[in-house]
């Protein structure tokens, strides 16, 4: 991809008139496709554009994820064999089709748009949009015409990014490429597209996809065979202390050039999170912060003010709590185990406590030097306490069965419009905002976690970054790295988007113009990161968060039921927290 349709502005004051931005390229390609039908049947022409025609069928099939020939492309002309081949060899010529075999002899090819042509049509989708506003728009008002022309897509390091494009050469993977993913909705994008990506690298996609819990056991129990069955492995965030040293995964800096993948285009907190000691051993496939999602039509017609504080939160809960009409205050991560486990480490963090004894720094706590000997928990400290009671406290403004309700659970009820606040990741966004049945339809507010008295407005990173496993066969590591550079570049990322994503690793994805058309998400996470409020300290990737998450999970669950007060679930917490620590030391 160029250098200028990866550049990006690095500013908070981006004008919301940049939603209006130019159509989509798949979009413009619908539009020609049926503007030559219409005029093909209306005007019944005797010259077809053979130039125009083969284009269209070429990005059509680009688009689709379909293999085009030389023969398909031919027939899609619209004009005799002899021309249209004279035509086809003056598209090649011209450097906007390129040819990549799909056999060792080279005898058979396949047929893509060149960068070339990717970068004229997407240009094109913009200057079409600006036409048909200029002669079909004029009822509008001049303000909005306007603001169309000059606002932010318009101002320069603002460009678009353009579709991805075919490796010059297909991946020659044995089997084809294997990944062992989350089954979540960023990742089921990347399995629906799947057509399109195998025939980017050029080989067969086989993809597997676990709930968190097993798709950690399953990583942990490839790291023990021989050879990995994946040659790429996605690692939640927290685990990688644990994978690093237990010899899981390997490091970056060993297989492949990192400056390739661009860092500095990665959110600072997802890039960081992918390190450990310094080392990079992951590339963020997708960073979704947990924010605070809000009914805003409701909170408007109550006459509350958004929610920034945890005291705030069981305020507006208490007025919108509505049980006998089907209404509920607030939806979170409270089912027993790693759900609450998560939940109970945020939320301290919201109060200002690390879980272990981070130095604390800067706007926050360090979270990039744990290779150390002495962190400890701090579990059982007062902000702790805080912590639980409020959880205790959500208890009276939740639904009544907010002990089972964990990722998913949470965020139905909100999108299905029974909940007026719910703790959620951007990844579960997809529920209510491409669902226009949806009373939470573009009624949506997007917020940091509230925070407590001592704490300040932060929201956690979470997500998952593509890693290579370290028993992978040696002859499959570098064109692993090949599709793992692809699968993250700025280009997929969008396309992820695009098909129904709400996470963005690169500031360059949440800065393009048609990205932040798609949903508010992407520019409040960019001015989150901006204002360093998007953190990972308050899950610290330690080599036992896993155990400690657990603990906390099944300790402040019995709290919740009443079996435990808050001071003895955290004591019993906080000593099996050492526990579990000191084992893993000795």
């Given at each position: 991809?160029?250098?200028?349709?990866?550049?990006?502005?690095?500013?908070?004051?981006?004008?919301?008139?940049?939603?209006?931005?130019?159509?989509?390229?798949?979009?413009?390609?619908?539009?020609?496709?049926?503007?030559?039908?219409?005029?093909?049947?209306?005007?019944?022409?005797?010259?077809?554009?053979?130039?125009?025609?083969?284009?269209?069928?070429?990005?059509?099939?680009?688009l689709d994820?379909r293999?085009?020939?030389?023969?398909?492309?031919?027939?899609?002309?619209?004009?005799?064999?002899?021309t249209?081949?004279r035509?086809?060899?003056?598209?090649q010529?011209?450097?906007?089709?390129?040819?990549?075999?799909?056999?060792?002899?080279?005898?058979?090819?396949?047929?893509?748009?060149?960068?070339?042509?990717?970068?004229?049509?997407?240009?094109?989708?913009?200057?079409?949009?600006?036409?048909?506003n200029?002669?079909?728009?004029?009822?509008?008002?001049?303000?909005?015409?306007?603001?169309?022309?000059?606002?932010?897509s318009?101002q320069?390091?603002?460009?678009?990014?353009?579709?991805?494009?075919?490796?010059?050469?297909?991946?020659?993977?044995?089997?084809?490429?294997?990944?062992?993913?989350?089954?979540?909705?960023?990742?089921?994008?990347?399995?629906?597209?799947?057509?399109?990506?195998?025939?980017?690298?050029?080989?067969?996609?086989?993809?597997?996809?676990?709930?968190?819990?097993?798709?950690?056991?399953?990583?942990?129990?490839?790291?023990?065979?021989?050879?990995?069955?994946?040659?790429?492995?996605?690692?939640?965030?927290?685990?990688?202390?644990?994978?690093?040293?237990?010899g899981?995964?390997?490091?970056?800096?060993?297989?492949?050039?990192?400056?390739?993948?661009?860092p500095?285009?990665?959110?600072?907190?997802?890039?960081?999170?992918?390190?450990?000691?310094?080392?990079?051993?992951?590339?963020?496939?997708?960073?979704?912060?947990?924010?605070?999602?809000?009914?805003?039509?409701?909170f408007?017609?109550?006459?509350?003010?958004?929610?920034?504080?945890?005291?705030?939160?069981?305020?507006?809960?208490?007025?919108?709590?509505?049980?006998?009409?089907?209404?509920?205050?607030?939806?979170?991560?409270?089912?027993?185990?790693?759900?609450?486990?998560?939940?109970?480490?945020?939320?301290?963090?919201?109060?200002?406590?690390?879980?272990?004894?981070?130095?604390?720094?800067?706007?926050?706590?360090?979270?990039?030097?744990?290779?150390?000997?002495?962190?400890?928990?701090?579990?059982?400290?007062?902000?702790?306490?805080?912590?639980?009671?409020y959880?205790?406290?959500?208890?009276?403004?939740?639904?009544?069965?907010?002990?089972?309700?964990?990722?998913y659970?949470?965020?139905?009820?909100y999108?299905?419009?029974?909940?007026?606040?719910?703790?959620?990741?951007t990844?579960?966004?997809?529920?209510?905002?491409?669902?226009?049945?949806?009373?939470?339809?573009?009624?949506?507010?997007?917020?940091?976690?509230?925070?407590?008295?001592?704490?300040?407005?932060?929201a956690?990173?979470?997500?998952?970054?593509?890693?290579?496993?370290?028993?992978?066969?040696?002859?499959?590591?570098?064109?692993?790295?090949?599709?793992?550079?692809?699968?993250?570049?700025?280009?997929?990322?969008?396309l992820?988007?695009?098909?129904?994503?709400?996470?963005?690793?690169?500031?360059?994805?949440?800065?393009?113009?048609?990205?932040?058309?798609?949903?508010?998400?992407?520019?409040?996470?960019?001015?989150?990161?901006?204002?360093?409020?998007?953190?990972?300290?308050?899950?610290?990737?330690?080599?036992?968060?896993?155990?400690?998450?657990?603990?906390?999970?099944?300790?402040?669950?019995?709290?919740?039921?009443?079996?435990?007060?808050?001071?003895?679930?955290?004591?019993?917490?906080?000593?099996?927290?050492?526990?579990?620590?000191?084992?893993?030391?000795?």
């Amino acid at each position: 991809m160029n250098t200028q349709s990866r550049t990006h502005t690095i500013q908070s004051g981006y004008s919301s008139d940049v939603h209006r931005a130019g159509p989509e390229l798949e979009t413009v390609v619908s539009f020609l496709e049926q503007l030559c039908l219409e005029v093909d049947s209306s005007l019944d022409p005797t010259a077809p554009n053979p130039y125009l025609n083969m284009s269209l069928h070429l990005l059509r099939s680009h688009l689709d994820g379909r293999i085009v020939t030389a023969s398909s492309l031919v027939a899609a002309s619209g004009v005799p064999y002899a021309t249209a081949t004279r035509r086809l060899a003056e598209l090649q010529a011209s450097g906007l089709i390129e040819q990549r075999p799909r056999t060792r002899s080279g005898k058979s090819f396949s047929l893509h748009p060149s960068e070339q042509m990717l970068t004229r049509w997407s240009e094109l989708a913009d200057r079409l949009n600006r036409l048909g506003n200029s002669i079909f728009g004029k009822s509008r008002s001049s303000a909005e015409t306007t603001d169309y022309y000059f606002g932010g897509s318009y101002q320069p390091g603002q460009g678009l990014i353009s579709p991805p494009q075919v490796m010059p050469s297909p991946l020659k993977l044995q089997g084809g490429l294997r990944i062992l993913v989350h089954g979540d909705p960023t990742f089921m994008v990347m399995e629906n597209l799947k057509r399109q990506f195998e025939q980017l690298i050029g080989t067969k996609i086989n993809q597997r996809a676990f709930s968190i819990d097993r798709l950690r056991e399953e990583a942990l129990r490839n790291a023990t065979r021989t050879t990995s069955r994946y040659d790429l492995i996605a690692v939640d965030l927290p685990w990688l202390g644990e994978f690093v040293t237990k010899g899981i995964v390997k490091p970056l800096n060993e297989v492949m050039d990192v400056d390739r993948l661009d860092p500095s285009d990665f959110h600072t907190a997802g890039w960081r999170a992918a390190h450990w000691d310094g080392v990079p051993y992951g590339v963020p496939s997708q960073t979704t912060p947990e924010l605070m999602f809000y009914r805003r039509d409701w909170f408007a017609e109550a006459g509350l003010a958004p929610p920034t504080t945890t005291q705030a939160v069981l305020e507006a809960a208490k007025v919108l709590h509505d049980p006998r009409h089907g209404r509920y205050g607030v939806a979170w991560n409270a089912a027993r185990g790693t759900a609450l486990g998560h939940t109970f480490m945020m939320t301290c963090a919201d109060f200002g406590q690390p879980i272990v004894n981070l130095p604390e720094i800067a706007g926050g706590y360090d979270a990039d030097h744990l290779n150390r000997d002495d962190l400890r928990p701090t579990i059982d400290t007062e902000r702790g306490r805080e912590a639980a009671e409020y959880l205790l406290a959500l208890l009276d403004y939740s639904p009544p069965d907010i002990l089972s309700m964990s990722w998913y659970e949470r965020v139905r009820p909100y999108a299905a419009g029974k909940i007026a606040m719910a703790y959620g990741y951007t990844l579960l966004a997809p529920y209510f905002e491409l669902d226009p049945s949806s009373p939470a339809y573009d009624n949506t507010g997007y917020l940091p976690h509230p925070h407590g008295p001592s704490g300040a407005p932060i929201a956690p990173v979470g997500g998952y970054i593509f890693c290579i496993p370290a028993n992978l066969a040696q002859e499959r590591v570098a064109e692993t790295v090949e599709a793992l550079t692809a699968f993250t570049s700025p280009e997929s990322q969008k396309l992820y988007v695009q098909n129904g994503s709400r996470t963005a690793p690169r500031y360059s994805v949440g800065a393009d113009p048609e990205v932040r058309r798609l949903s508010p998400i992407f520019e409040t996470v960019d001015q989150m990161s901006w204002r360093d409020e998007l953190q990972f300290w308050p899950r610290p990737p330690i080599p036992q968060i896993s155990d400690i998450i657990q603990i906390c999970g099944h300790e402040i669950h019995d709290m919740l039921r009443g079996v435990h007060s808050p001071r003895e679930a955290l004591a019993r917490a906080q000593a099996r927290a050492e526990q579990a620590m000191m084992k893993t030391v000795t």
